[in-house]
């Protein structure tokens, strides 16, 4: 079985950024910007905003933070999204999600000039990634096919099942390995919650994205010998036994999973990094056009 390590790929798709931003620096052009938008307190999302602050300064990526109140207004949030469209200065921008509920989030993303939208969650990306035009692609999904390619991981002609349809993940996930293109050409069975006899279409699976946010739903009994498997989940689950209280786990029962697999991401240490990584390179991309 082969560990994928997300720490590592992500680290070799910094350094190739910190290159490309460096030579920018050096052509005498602007360091590109990333800012985000953080609204309300929510303590997992304060944490991925300052990773995607760090990580975005390690690479010499300009980044700032605009930090807004749960009660901000739904209109007082456009204007600051009107404000970034126009703002020379930044080349991409994301607004963390969730948001508070009485701000409509469509109404939010469809706001954002797609040009700058680096979460690629805009329609007019997510139409031109369905139609294999060159776009901002939301950074999991493609974080995910940089792992696969740094893993020289065949997609075409296998049996790729996705768990999971969010507009987020699971849906543009499915789409981009079923594309005629590298890293694509795969079948794709994308399920869902209704999806009926899950196990059946998982153990035919060559390789298994898991991105349905139940820890450990993947069992062992559910994955073939020799699949590869993606667990995209992190769940924070208490465990007495760990240092901190608690202990992250994914949407893969990892300890009897791994056992049959060839390929296999931890969590952490997986998919999280790759998500960073790919987030940076949409930066970087968005800032060169
Ligand atoms: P959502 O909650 O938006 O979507 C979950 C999907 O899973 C839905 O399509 C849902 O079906 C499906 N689902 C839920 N329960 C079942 C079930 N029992 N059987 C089959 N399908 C089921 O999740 P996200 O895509 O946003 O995230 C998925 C996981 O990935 C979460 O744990 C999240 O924290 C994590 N995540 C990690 C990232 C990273 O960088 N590592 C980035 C983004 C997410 P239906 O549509 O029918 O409701």
Do not use: W
């Not at 031109?128 to 696969?148: C, F, H, N």
């Not at 996705?162 to 987020?168: E, T």
Request: net charge positive; with cysteine; proline share 4%.
């Amino acid at each position: 079985m082969i560990l994928i390590d997300g720490r590592e790929a992500a680290a070799k798709l910094k350094k190739e950024i910190a290159r490309e931003v460096a030579a920018m620096i050096d052509s005498d052009m602007k360091a590109p910007h990333l800012a985000a938008v953080l609204v309300g307190d929510d303590p997992a999302s304060q944490t991925y905003v300052s990773s995607k602050e760090k990580a975005s300064r390690a690479v010499g990526i300009t980044s700032s933070i605009y930090r807004l109140s749960a009660k901000t207004t739904e209109k007082e949030l456009l204007d600051l999204i009107d404000f970034l469209n126009k703002d020379e200065e930044v080349d991409g921008f994301i607004v963390q999600l969730p948001l508070p509920n009485h701000i409509n989030v469509e109404r939010i993303i469809n706001a954002i000039d797609y040009r700058k939208d680096v979460d690629g969650f805009h329609p007019m990306n997510v139409g031109k990634m369905v139609l294999g035009e060159p776009s901002l692609i939301s950074a999991t999904p493609r974080g995910i096919l940089y792992l696969l390619e740094t893993y020289k991981i065949e997609t075409k002609g296998k049996n790729v099942v996705v768990l999971g349809r969010s507009n987020i993940v699971g849906t543009p996930m499915s789409i981009l390995l079923s594309r005629k293109a590298p890293n694509g050409d795969a079948t794709v069975t994308l399920c869902h919650s209704r999806t009926q006899n899950l196990k059946e279409i998982t153990l035919k699976a060559d390789i298994i994205i898991a991105a349905i946010g139940q820890p450990e739903f993947l069992k062992g009994n559910m994955v073939k010998e020799g699949a590869v498997v993606i667990d995209v989940g992190i769940h924070r689950i208490d465990d007495e036994k760990a240092a901190k209280g608690y202990r992250l786990t994914g949407d893969v029962d990892f300890k009897a999973v791994s056992k049959k697999t060839s390929h296999i991401t931890p969590v952490p240490g997986g998919v999280g990094p790759m998500t960073i990584a790919a987030l940076l390179k949409n930066t970087l991309l968005a800032a060169k056009k």
